[in-house]
Nanobody, 119 residues
Framework: QLALSGGGSVQAGGSLRLSCVIT????????MGWFRQAPGNWREGVAT???????TLDPSKKGRFTMSQDTAKNTLYLQMNSLKPEDSGTYSC???????????????WGPGTQVTVSS
């Protein structure tokens, strides 16, 4: 299971850190991803970590977002700084059995956490 926390409401320029706690499995053999879904839109990838522990950020988030991991705690983090209103949405983490940014390749999802950035 994937349990998310850390969402909330902030003003533009603020920061939030999302956590994805993985239970019942070890995430390292898999690809894990952070995704955002704005109302009326598809989920879009924000960041991934592959089975080698290498993280990749969506280019539009570089310099503001950081994905990190704590293998001892089986937890992934998404640190979001300098937030913009367009970063608002429901953030979720998911698992894919191979490296992918396609949501259709993800077979396990957390429930999502809402992030609202006001201008």
């Amino acid at each position: 299971q994937l349990a998310l926390s850390g969402g909330g409401s902030v003003q533009a320029g603020g920061s939030l850190r999302l956590s994805c706690v993985i239970t019942g499995l070890t995430y390292r053999p898999y690809c894990m991803g952070w995704f955002r879904q704005a109302p009326g839109n598809w989920r879009e990838g924000v960041a991934t970590v592959d089975s080698n522990g290498i993280t990749t950020l969506d280019p539009s988030k570089k310099g503001r977002f950081t994905m990190s991991q704590d293998t001892a705690k089986n937890t992934l983090y998404l640190q979001m700084n300098s937030l913009k209103p367009e970063d608002s949405g429901t953030y979720s983490c998911g698992r894919a059995r191979a490296y992918s940014w396609l949501t259709s390749d993800y077979d396990l999802w957390g429930p999502g956490t809402q992030v609202t950035v006001s201008s």
